[in-house]
């Protein structure tokens, strides 16, 4: 699937809901892998903010952001809008700290997306797809992400008297999130709006932007929009928190008495998994460039998952074209076969010098192949010889060239180990170039 951004720029002009500030917000098309970014064009610099969870500062009624002295309140609306409609890349202008809250929905949103027409680019979506659960319980709130090959949401919203409770599942595309959630209100308990006042929240709150319950009445400017509205608006949340970890996500997410606290702590720990696949990803990613002419052990290391005491090749002296290599292997009294073959008489054995040659045989195959996450797996070997021993002291050279491919799987090789100018072993060997296991 494609990224997409907008086709033009939209501009919508409200009050922030926490600030009370009025705000003008516009929606700019942005370059396929920018991301979404949010601009403070009224400070000095218009500093810019990519939406990530690491940035998150406060989780009071909203979910706020802030990377240095720049701060956004309230990202959640329109980062939900954005990453529901399937919005990858746009840039988020504001003349003030908060979006506006307009009707309390992602609604209006939406609307300004669709009336800057989102479009194709040429970069493909990437997705974070879930390997392991993630779970985050808080008192009676939980919150798990389970793997789906999809994205889709099951939440139960409730009060503490049980008096609203509301449940729903939905697999969530743009089509559903804009049927199905965008039009979602903001919702809050008459008695804790005092409390939010003296917390310097809501300053720009009215029945115009949300819905009100007190006691078992619902008390809004207008009827409710669903008879659920209020699990919905969950789901709305989650949908923006979700999003500041930085890729849209293929999960099940469970949620039961939701909130933007447990919401950014499910987010966090999405984060680390994506952190640490991504360093393992780079562990196992690093390739041979045909540039590289030698190799020193920090290099063949990289390239290979042996590791003492199974680490044949010390060097690869040159590569010769695109088929061959001279390696080198130092033999000394410290290599840990040489207590036991044999005691007062050291000699390498023959099958380790086999694997010498398959090592090096093995890196040929693998810069040839050009893509990291590979391993060289010895198969068989043919026409083996051992012409003399190999003691401690000698260094071994080991001559290595692929003589036969079949496909970019398996290969051929004809393989040789000399000391001081002598021929002391060889083979023909064949081996497979599989994928490494995560």
């Known amino acids: 699937m494609k990224q997409r951004t907008l086709t033009r720029e939209v501009s919508v002009t409200g009050q922030g809901l926490h600030t009370g500030e009025p705000v003008k917000l516009t929606l700019k098309p942005a370059p396929a892998g920018s991301g979404l ?17 690491a940035q998150v500062t406060d989780l009071v009624r909203n979910t706020t952001i802030q990377e240095g002295h720049t701060k956004i309140n309230l990202v959640e609306h329109v980062l939900s809008a954005l990453s529901g409609c399937g919005v990858d890349n746009c840039i988020i202008e504001m003349d003030s700290s908060e979006p506006p809250i307009m009707d309390g929905s992602a609604k209006p949103f939406v ?72 039009a979602s209100r903001t919702f809050t308990i008459y008695e804790d709006i005092e409390e939010l006042l003296k917390l310097g929240k809501i300053k720009g709150g009215s029945l115009d932007c949300a819905v009100v319950i007190k006691g078992d009445k619902i008390m809004s400017k207008d009827p409710l929009r669903f008879k659920d509205e209020f699990v919905r608006h969950k789901m709305l949340d989650i ?8 890729l849209p996500i293929k999960a099940h997410i469970i949620a039961t008495r939701p909130g933007h606290a447990i919401n950014a702590e499910l987010t966090k720990g ?29 290099r063949i290391l990289d390239t290979i998952p042996h590791r003492y005491p199974f680490v044949m090749v010390d060097r690869i002296v040159e590569f010769i074209g695109d088929d061959a290599l001279v390696a080198v292997k130092n033999v000394t009294i410290n290599e840990p076969y040489f207590t036991g073959h044999f005691p007062g008489n050291p000699v390498m054995p023959g099958v380790l010098q086999l694997e010498a040659m398959a090592q090096a045989a093995g890196i040929i195959m693998l810069r040839k192949g050009g893509e ?48 001081d100018g002598q021929v002391v072993s060889g083979a023909e060997l064949m081996f497979a170039i599989v994928d490494e296991e995560s």
């Open 111 to 182: 609307d300004m997306i669709l009336s800057g027409e989102p479009i194709e680019q040429d970069g493909t979506r990437e997705y974070f797809e879930l390997e392991e659960p993630v779970s985050v319980t808080r008192g009676n709130s939980s919150i798990i992400a389970l793997p789906y090959d999809g994205f889709k949401i099951t939440c139960t919203s409730a009060d503490d008297r049980g008096i609203h409770t509301q449940h729903l599942t939905l697999d969530i595309d743009p089509d559903v999130y804009i049927t199905q959630i965008a």
């Open 270 to 298: 999405l984060a680390e998994q994506l952190a640490g696949r991504a360093k393992k990803k780079k562990k196992r990613t690093k390739t041979l460039s045909p540039t590289e002419t030698s190799l020193d052990i920090r």
């Open 239 to 246: 949908i923006g928190d979700i999003t500041l970890l930085g």
């Open 372 to 419: 990291g996450g590979k391993t060289a797996f010895f198969m068989s070997a043919d026409k083996v010889k051992f012409r003399r021993p190999v003691r401690p002291g000698d260094q071994l050279i080991i001559n290595a060239k692929i003589v036969k491919m079949r496909g970019s799987k398996m290969a051929q090789a004809e393989c040789t180990c000399s000391v």
């Open 37 to 53: 970014v949010f601009k403070r064009i009224d400070l000095s610099g218009q500093p810019e903010i990519k939406p990530r969870i």
